[in-house]
Nanobody, 115 residues
Framework: QVQLVESGGGLVQLGGSLRLSCAAS????????MGWYRQAPGKQRDSVAS???????IYADSVKGRFTISRDNAKNTMYLQMDSLKLEDTGVYYC?????????WGQGTQVTVSS
């Protein structure tokens, strides 16, 4: 059974930092590209950052220079370090794992940035 479990969300003040984790089980983690998505209230789910099997990273323009995606294949875990958080970073953050045949999603973790 494939599971992606996000953690690390919470309430943080404007300008603060959070580190999200996505722990995967039931898949050969190193063979999947991984990504973080964000869904704000009333909006669609958008890509925030992704990391390929080989470690190539892509970021949404809105988070470049503030967020850092990484993965630890030995721990089957992906991370998202979020710094200099803005109000518009508020939303539910989901992780996904995908290859050419499959796509799996976690249940999401809430991030709320307050002023």
């Amino acid at each position: 059974q494939v599971q992606l479990v996000e953690s690390g969300g919470g309430l943080v003040q404007l300008g603060g930092s959070l580190r999200l984790s996505c722990a995967a089980s039931g898949i050969l983690f190193s063979r999947y590209a991984m990504g973080w998505y964000r869904q704000a209230p009333g909006k669609q789910r958008d890509s925030v950052a992704s990391i390929s099997r080989l470690g190539t990273k892509i970021y949404a323009d809105s988070v470049k220079g503030r967020f850092t995606i990484s993965r630890d294949n030995a721990k089957n875990t992906m991370y998202l370090q979020m710094d200099s958080l803005k109000l518009e970073d508020t939303g539910v953050y989901y992780c996904d794992a995908r290859n050419s045949n499959e796509n799996y999603w976690g249940q999401g973790t809430q991030v709320t940035v307050s002023s």
